[in-house]
């Protein structure tokens, strides 16, 4: 079997930021790294949960909303990946292209700047959410504050890849 992409990064140096993950079938998917793993506390799943349901949210009714595929969190709770199609631009005044790193900083600066500003989490009803007794706005906001200074002070956005060798002499990034 081939080794998935993500498990080639070197998880034991990845710091809070923004990072393309991966860009094929028209798709461009983004690592929002909240935490930095192995290192700080993963978020706790009731605040990655109020982070999802407030991201989605805000990513579907913002002017990229078109493009918007996926907004949801990680298995291993520190960060979220947002799939956006591979086209267009958040940027004012350039040409249609692939979205960058930067547009997703500018907007991911924008929509923690609106959570910030919630009093609620959307969609917290039986009705309307699988687990709806599992959110934390509070602790959601906290860990907001957290990643936009992150973001506007310390920002992040190339991988380290793992450079282990195999036995049978190929990279593991490469197996």
């Given at each position: 079997?081939?080794?998935?992409q993500?498990?080639?990064?070197?998880?034991?140096h990845?710091?809070?930021?923004i990072?393309?993950?991966?860009?094929?079938?028209?798709?461009?998917?983004?690592?929002l790294?909240?935490?930095?793993?192995?290192?700080?506390?993963?978020?706790?799943?009731?605040?990655?949960h109020?982070?999802e349901?407030?991201?989605?949210?805000?990513?579907?009714?913002?002017?990229?909303?078109?493009?918007?595929?996926?907004v949801?969190?990680?298995g291993c709770?520190?960060g979220?990946y947002?799939?956006?199609?591979?086209?267009?631009s958040?940027?004012?005044?350039?040409?249609?292209?692939?979205?960058?790193v930067?547009?997703?900083r500018?907007?991911?600066?924008?929509c923690?700047?609106?959570?910030?500003t919630?009093?609620?989490?959307?969609?917290?009803?039986?009705?309307?959410?699988?687990?709806?007794?599992l959110?934390?706005?509070p602790?959601?906001?906290?860990?907001?504050a957290r990643?936009?200074?992150?973001?506007?002070?310390d920002?992040?956005?190339?991988?380290?890849?793992?450079?282990i060798?195999?036995?049978d002499?190929?990279?593991f990034?490469?197996?």
């Amino acid at each position: 079997m081939e080794v998935i992409q993500s498990f080639t990064i070197d998880h034991t140096h990845l710091k809070p930021g923004i990072y393309v993950s991966r860009e094929d079938k028209g798709f461009i998917t983004f690592d929002l790294r909240i935490t930095e793993p192995n290192h700080e506390p993963a978020l706790a799943p009731a605040a990655i949960h109020s982070l999802e349901h407030l991201m989605a949210t805000w990513f579907r009714n913002s002017k990229v909303k078109e493009d918007v595929v996926y907004v949801g969190p990680m298995g291993c709770l520190t960060g979220m990946y947002i799939i956006m199609k591979g086209y267009g631009s958040a940027t004012e005044g350039r040409e249609s292209g692939s979205y960058t790193v930067e547009d997703m900083r500018y907007l991911t600066i924008e929509c923690l700047q609106w959570i910030l500003t919630q009093t609620e989490v959307p969609a917290t009803e039986p009705q309307t959410c699988g687990n709806y007794l599992l959110h934390d706005l509070p602790m959601c906001k906290w860990e907001s504050a957290r990643y936009l200074d992150r973001l506007e002070h310390d920002f992040h956005s190339e991988y380290t890849k793992l450079q282990i060798v195999l036995d049978d002499g190929k990279l593991f990034a490469d197996a």
